[in-house]
């Protein structure tokens, strides 16, 4: 489902993890004398953020940077200039194609702080606290992070876990009313290979759910539908051709959008839908011959 070959976490060992701190702490902000006073703690927290990841199971215990949450955020939300440009940076000149929460193909455009910032404002610059979001997850993810009913973590770290590329979608679709091609019943399921362990089972059944990922499924593959559906009704070409194409490119490596390919497969093998599609040709056909102009011939 998932690419997140360009996902790299910051090395431990070539002390990456503190080189934003150092940008903040060499700036001329205003407030650095105050971020230098409490630096030696930053960094002992910072060597406990791989735990707090891992141990997905137990509700971290409550920052003890909550005093100066507001001194921290301000180094992120108006962040001295050479810190800014690299958190600009890994906004904007990232290479990823989809989003590495919920896999929607799109260039995502946020920065997330994994463990929110205002329950843990000591990991708002920590490089690896930091990870591109499309906008559709920024608005469920926001600041929850731990489920008392679930007992785990909500969200899987795709810097920490690579469980979220092995998730697969298969579409169905049906018609609720059968004169109504515009109006399908999408049924979206997801797969899993065999042999993942029940744990990450229940880790990314929550993943899925917390970040209602099936709602954004379901919004992005039915414009993709109703533009087909466009497509074959300016009768330009014939729709199965294409869709049949676009899945050939994808076992090449050509197309690595999920969400289209799983659509175009449940399209193509619908034959309501492929009957749709016929019947518009053969109205092209007879429609291109009645087009040629005829002329009499008189007889000699
Ligand atoms: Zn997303």
Not at 184 to 189: C, G, L, S
Not at 243 to 265: C, F, H, M, P
């Amino acid at each position: 489902m998932l690419d997140l070959t360009s996902m790299k976490i910051n090395d431990n060992n070539d002390n990456n993890d503190n080189g934003w701190l150092e940008l903040a702490l060499s700036s001329n902000k205003d407030n650095v004398k105050n971020l230098i006073e409490i630096k030696d703690r930053l960094i002992l927290a910072y060597k406990n953020y791989e735990n707090i990841i891992t141990e997905y199971t137990t509700n971290p215990i409550k920052s003890t940077f909550l005093q100066e949450r507001e001194l921290l955020k301000s180094f992120y939300e108006k962040a001295p200039k050479n810190l800014n440009r690299n958190l600009l940076e890994q906004r904007n000149e990232h290479l990823f194609e989809q989003c590495p929460f919920c896999g929607r193909p799109c260039k995502p455009s946020i920065l997330d702080h994994f463990l929110p910032k205002d329950l843990w404002p000591e990991f708002c610059i920590f490089p690896n606290n930091l990870v591109s979001q499309c906008d559709k997850c920024s608005t469920k993810k926001w600041s929850h992070y731990y489920s008392d009913i679930d007992n785990s973590v909500k969200f899987i770290h795709p810097k920490f876990f690579n469980l979220l590329q092995y998730i697969g979608i298969q579409i169905e679709i049906n018609f609720p009313s059968p004169e109504s091609i515009k109006q399908p019943d999408f049924i979206i399921t997801f797969t899993l290979p065999r042999g993942i362990n029940i744990n990450d089972k229940k880790r990314l059944s929550l993943h899925i759910k917390y970040l209602d990922i099936k709602t954004h499924i379901r919004e992005y593959i039915t414009e993709n539908y109703l533009y087909w559906l466009r497509v074959s009704e300016q009768k330009r070409y014939y729709v199965p051709d294409s869709l049949n194409q676009r899945i050939k490119e994808s076992y090449t490596g050509g197309n690595n959008n999920r969400w289209d390919v799983a659509l175009y497969l449940a399209m193509i093998n619908n034959d309501f839908i492929i009957n749709h599609f016929d019947s518009i040709e053969i109205k092209k056909e007879i429609q291109d011959h009645s087009d040629i102009k005829l002329e009499i011939l008189t007889e000699e």
